[in-house]
């Protein structure tokens, strides 16, 4: 059963533009959400999170929209730049369960010069 | 900033033997480390959250005998495949908290992974 859902393998974009990243859940308990990036032969690194109390979070060039009823989240990346080519992860967890990160099964960013 | 590291990298190991991967925070103290296995082209799924001083909680579905975890300090927990099969091969992940931080949701720090192949 995938709670988290990256339906995007790979998504490839052109320098400078935006970057638009999915993630989808299915359990109503997640209320804290989080976005990894992870280069090859490194562990993921924390990027930017939500709590389900906001619906926009914002920092630097990049921003985490989350829709509460429809259960999906984004990541958006303006200006994409070549350093951002990297597998993106969205992870999720429940106030209960505060410490277990639930994640998707990544997609693939390659953004083109 | 705060860094994990998993040694060994690779290992490639015959079937019926055993694998110990450790990992280790080298900056920060951790009070708390998970273990992650990642399928191909699939999600980092949990396997164990470990405190240190006490046994690892597992999650449903992983088998405590054949996936030891031991969280012997507050820098280092080591996972011990016992009698790996081919359908342990994968690539295993572990990550840390930091002491001070349980409070601060969603802070765990990740080291680069180990991938293991059972023939």
């Known amino acids: 059963d995938q709670q988290v859902k990256q339906n995007s393998p790979s998504l490839s974009v052109q320098e400078g533009r935006i970057s638009i990243l999915n993630c989808d859940y299915t359990n109503s308990m997640f209320d804290y959400f989080l976005w990894y990036k992870k280069y090859p032969a490194e562990g993921p690194t924390f990027l930017i999170s939500i709590s389900s109390i906001k619906d926009k979070n914002e920092d630097g060039r990049f921003t985490v929209f989350l829709n509460k009823s429809a259960k999906h989240l984004s990541l958006h990346i303006v200006p994409s730049q070549p350093g951002d080519s990297a597998v993106y992860f969205c992870?999720?967890?429940?106030?209960?369960?505060?410490?277990?990160?639930?994640f998707g099964q990544g997609t693939r960013l390659t953004i083109n010069p | 900033g705060a860094v994990v590291s998993q040694h060994p990298s690779r290992v490639i190991c015959k079937s019926g033997t055993s694998v110990k991967i450790e990992c280790r925070s080298l900056?920060?103290?951790?009070?708390?480390m998970f273990w992650y296995r990642q399928f191909p082209k699939q999600s980092l799924m949990l396997m164990a959250t470990?405190?240190?001083?006490?046994?690892?909680?597992?999650e449903q579905g992983v088998e405590k005998d054949k996936f030891l975890i031991n969280h012997a300090s507050l820098t280092l927990s080591t996972l011990t495949v016992t009698s790996a099969h081919p359908e342990d091969s994968s690539f295993y992940i572990c990550s840390a908290r930091a002491r001070g931080l349980a409070g601060i949701r969603g802070t765990q720090y990740f080291g680069p992974g180990t991938r293991l192949l059972v023939l």
């Open positions: 900056d920060f103290q951790a009070t708390t």
């Open positions: 992870a999720a967890s429940t106030f209960q369960g505060a410490q277990k990160l639930v």
């Open positions: 470990s405190n240190e001083g006490s046994k690892a909680t597992y």
